[in-house]
């Protein structure tokens, strides 16, 4: 077996699919226990899971838009390695992880000074926009520290390594977990009870620790360093190019998310809180299944390097075939415990029945959702960064938009945003299997 038949074995898959997987699932496991935490904190909880559920939302939005050159130097980089030439892209490097840095420092200072703004227009009101203030303006000094990470994270992509990441991860999410509890609800006699703010708080100790964590492994096991060059190296302007289509590509991503949230908090405090713990189930989901997407992207890069179109034929076809397998486990785990998700995160008998009558129409499109999420992971190695911001400008304004409004048209409220995100995600992964064969088939023939 050659080295690029090799990189389509289950194993070489697995390799970079699993740690991603495990990665990717530590971020918002950082949302989810603060939303568990918060969700049965007592006084004001249903208010303050709102306020958590509505941050995460907007946060989730900024950091998917901007780290979106962490996409785009993976994609080069596999590439680049795929065709033998890591030499070309050594001070891109560098660049490319300063640009980061100086545009998070640009997103904290404009966001953080019309915070109330954004959340009125959430439609968050009273306690529920006076906790999303307090909570937003700690969580925002984590994107310089977020940014720069997942630059970093997008470097090993590109070296086919995801298992660095994972430990930055997982290292992360364990620091949340223990100073969640301890700040949220405080040691008697040592730290007084902080609630939202210690969670936020507990989250921007995790993001340092990831980002010291990511710097150790970028110093000792990579190729790359931090010098400067004054010349900007030449694939800097492909990059930003990609990235760009990427932004808009993401910013048309979150706009569904913020219609979904702004809909949800106007049919009341109930609702919103049942929509957040959907939204961040179907989150936690997405990053699951987006392990195998992350190896599509890491491995499909390094084929287009190499211009072996047979293995990334059969690269699209094994992926998409084991992040169906992990949808099915998840959607057969959460039938068996259907009831019991819920009361994770809050104890409101009518929160929990929101969220009971509509988290099985969650479950039934995740088939749908891991075909879509792979050919964006393969897309984005290969640099068809056009190609899926047009595919996400059409789903969004032409099927999830005209979906939404219709049937809230209709009354069905919680029933109406989760039947625009199915039709939003059909549309997603029809017209990118249909490209992919029609493109790449043909030039393995």
Known sequence: MSQLENSVSFRNINKIAI????????????????????????????????????????????????????????????????????????????????????????????????????????????LILQYSEDYYQIRALGYPLTLVTFAIFGIFRGLQNTLWAMKCSLTGAAVNIVLDYTLVYGIEGLIPPMHLKGAAIASLCAQAVMLVMAFWFFFKKTPFNLKLSLNINPRMK???????????????LNFAIYLANAYATDYGKNFIAAQSILMNIWLFFSFFIDGYANAGNAIGGKLLGAKDYKNL??????????????????????????????????????????????????LLMQPVNAIAFMFDGIFKGLGEAKYLRNVLLAATFLGFTPTLLLADHLGLKLYAIWIAFFVWMLIRSSTLVVYFRRKYLQKDV
């Open 19 to 126: 740690p991603a997987i495990i990665a990717g699932v530590a971020e918002p496991l950082i949302s989810l226990t603060d939303i568990a935490v918060i969700g049965n904190v007592g006084k004001n909880s249903v208010e303050a899971l709102a306020a958590a559920g509505i941050v995460g939302s907007f946060l989730s939005a900024i950091i998917w838009i901007v780290a979106q050159t962490k996409t785009a130097i993976s994609a080069i980089v596999s590439q680049h390695l795929g065709g033998n030439r890591l030499h070309a892209v050594k001070t891109l490097i560098p660049q490319a992880i300063l640009f980061n840095f100086l545009f998070s420092i640009l997103i904290y200072a404009v966001t953080a000074f019309f915070a109330g703004a954004i959340f009125k227009a959430y439609n968050a009101e009273g």
């Open 238 to 252: 492909g990059m930003l190019l990609m990235a760009a289509n990427l932004f808009v590509r993401t910013a048309a």
């Open 313 to 362: 034929w059969e690269l699209s076809k094994k992926i998409s075939k084991y992040a169906v397998y992990i949808a099915l486990i998840l959607m057969a785990i959460c039938g068996l415990l259907y009831n019991q998700i819920g009361l994770i995160f809050n104890k409101d008998a009518a929160v929990l029945a929101l969220f009971s009558s509509v988290f099985w129409v969650v």
